[in-house]
């Protein structure tokens, strides 16, 4: 895939049936959604953001998740705790982070994939 005319992928949206539109092309996330006749539009460059989700692993449930938004939390720290077959899985934090946001809660079903927990990188 060549440059990406954003301008012209909107436009495209917006005259289509499509009603969600999700591209990832290297650094840059494009989300388009229809909501009565109005085109809600979330773009996230994650290079100049240092953001990311941390994403399930697994298909289970939430056991535990004690962290806060606004938290610290440290590489090797536990970010969650989840029970699939009657197996408990600890996430664990891959690098030092502040939490931006917890999307998920205790005793709540999760799918593969699903965004847990959003995190902003503290150091490079």
Not at 40 to 63: C, D, S, T
Not at 78 to 104: G, H, L, P, Q, S
Request: charged fraction near 35%.
């Amino acid at each position: 895939m060549g440059k990406i005319n954003l301008v012209e992928i909107i436009k495209e949206f917006s005259q289509s049936n499509i009603s969600t539109l999700e591209l990832k092309y290297k650094k840059l996330e494009l989300k388009l959604y229809k909501e009565s006749k109005c085109n809600v539009m979330q773009v996230n460059n994650q290079e100049n953001l240092k953001q990311k989700w941390i994403e399930a692993p697994i298909v289970g449930k939430i056991n535990k998740i004690d962290i806060l938004e606004n938290a610290i939390i440290k590489k090797g720290d536990i970010v969650c705790i989840i029970e699939a077959m009657k197996t408990f899985n600890e996430i664990r934090a891959d690098n030092d982070y502040k939490v931006i946001k917890v999307n998920v809660k205790k005793g709540e079903k999760i799918e593969y994939g699903q965004k847990l927990v959003l995190v902003e990188k503290l150091n490079d």
